[in-house]
């Protein structure tokens, strides 16, 4: 592995985890070493299949590296272009757009190929987060719509029998670290990585429940939590931001990596791509109860209903270390399993049998 400075690795360094730092009264924001790239940046190229990515993110200069549309987008053009894809060009040039759904309804009125897909194209939408917030107005603009949960699919058919619904699972290029890597940081017992969600008084349930045996170490990052009224959990905030190329080191250092997921997404078995992200970098993830975790993990990710089994599961896997170990070895296999190449296949496929699809439709009119 190619050796890099250890002293710009890590944003937040061994110290920092140690001791958190005060950030109240600091600019909230930084650029973290990312540069704002415009999703629009390549030419149409004949000979080539051309395709856009569009996520809301694309509209946030300030702070897209935090979200995970971003992300999932950066890894979704590299499994494409490994197919010899041309991903980048502008909207009106694409044979086919992908648009990554994640983001609330008032985030999408400021992106309005969201809301106003361009007819010309094929466009395939990637259901991945807020299951009850995507409109049946919104489902009819699509061509094809992959989600994360059977469940919903029956939903979206009822709704528009014309839309193409399949399932499609999240995913991860995430791996376990080299031992070296895994050297920088300490061990950490209860991981949590995620904003405050700010509008709410205790912040996320999974830290307001917490109440971790004496003595562990809690590591919380993430925007939001150095506001003054959550004081009371500041000796666990660690900071605002992992960075994100590197998250499979934190994952992989902790024993136990708490996720608390929308409960609409819990509620029609959207399994999101943390999880998987967790599991593939050789963690244990302990999540809030969704419907789809079974089917894929089946009892690799341990989940709770309330506080009092979140606590519970918290003591019993810090005291169970072998037990704790085995369900993330089987959870790494299967996560790993589930890559971006595997989804870009799909895209692709996809595209080409709708492709075959209309020109099959065309044909026959010409015939009549």
């Known amino acids: 592995m190619r050796k890099r400075d250890r002293a710009s690795r890590n944003i937040i360094n061994k110290d920092v985890i140690i001791k958190p730092i005060d950030v109240i009264g600091r600019k909230p924001f930084h650029n973290y070493g990312y540069t704002p790239v415009s999703p629009h940046v ?52 694409a044979d086919f757009t992908i648009y ?39 489902m009819e603009k699509y061509h094809v719509i992959f989600c994360l949960s059977e469940q919903r699919i029956e939903t979206i058919k009822s709704w528009h029998p014309n839309v193409m619904p399949k399932a499609l699972l999240s995913c991860t290029d995430f791996r376990i670290p080299e031992e070296e890597d895994l050297q920088n940081i300490d061990e950490i017992d209860i991981l949590f990585i995620g904003n405050a969600r700010g509008g709410l008084e205790y912040g996320r ?83 809030s109860k969704n419907i789809g975790i079974q089917n894929i993990f089946g009892d690799s990710v341990p989940q709770y209903r309330n506080k009092e089994e979140m606590n519970e599961m918290v003591r019993y896997f810090l005291e169970h270390e072998e037990e ?33 699809l209309v020109n099959l ?5 010409r015939r009549r």
Not at 110 to 127: D, K, Q, R, S, Y
Not at 230 to 248: I, P, R, S, V
Not at 260 to 285: C, T, Y
Request: with cysteine; glycine share 6%.
């Open 42 to 93: 390549n030419p149409k190229m004949l000979g080539k299949i051309n395709v856009n990515i569009e996520t809301w993110a694309n509209i946030d200069k300030q702070t897209y590296y935090c979200w995970g549309d971003y992300w999932v987008q950066q890894k979704l053009k590299l499994a494409l272009e490994g197919f010899d894809v041309n991903v980048g060009v502008e909207p009106k040039d």
């Open 100 to 138: 990554l759904w994640g983001s609330p309804y008032k985030q999408r009125l400021a992106w309005p190929f969201f809301l106003n897909p361009l007819p010309t194209n094929i466009n395939i939408c990637w259901h991945y987060s807020h299951p009850t917030k995507m409109t049946r107005e919104e």
């Open 205 to 287: 349930k999974a830290i307001q429940w917490l109440e971790p045996p004496l003595g562990a170490k809690v590591i919380i990052y993430g925007h939001k939590w150095h506001l003054p009224k959550y004081d009371w959990m500041k000796n666990w905030f660690a900071g605002q931001y992992w960075k994100y190329e590197e998250l499979n080191i934190i994952y992989n250092k902790s024993r136990i990596t708490l996720v608390d997921g929308h409960e609409d997404m819990g509620e029609f078995g959207f399994v999101p791509m943390k999880i998987f992200d967790i599991l593939a970098s050789g963690g244990f993830a302990l999540s």
């Open 324 to 356: 704790r170990k085995i369900l993330a070895y089987r959870g790494c296999q299967i996560a790993t399993f589930h890559t971006y190449q595997n989804r870009a296949l799909t895209f692709l496929k996809t595209y080409q049998d709708y492709k075959n």
């Open 361 to 365: 439709e065309k044909t026959i009119l």
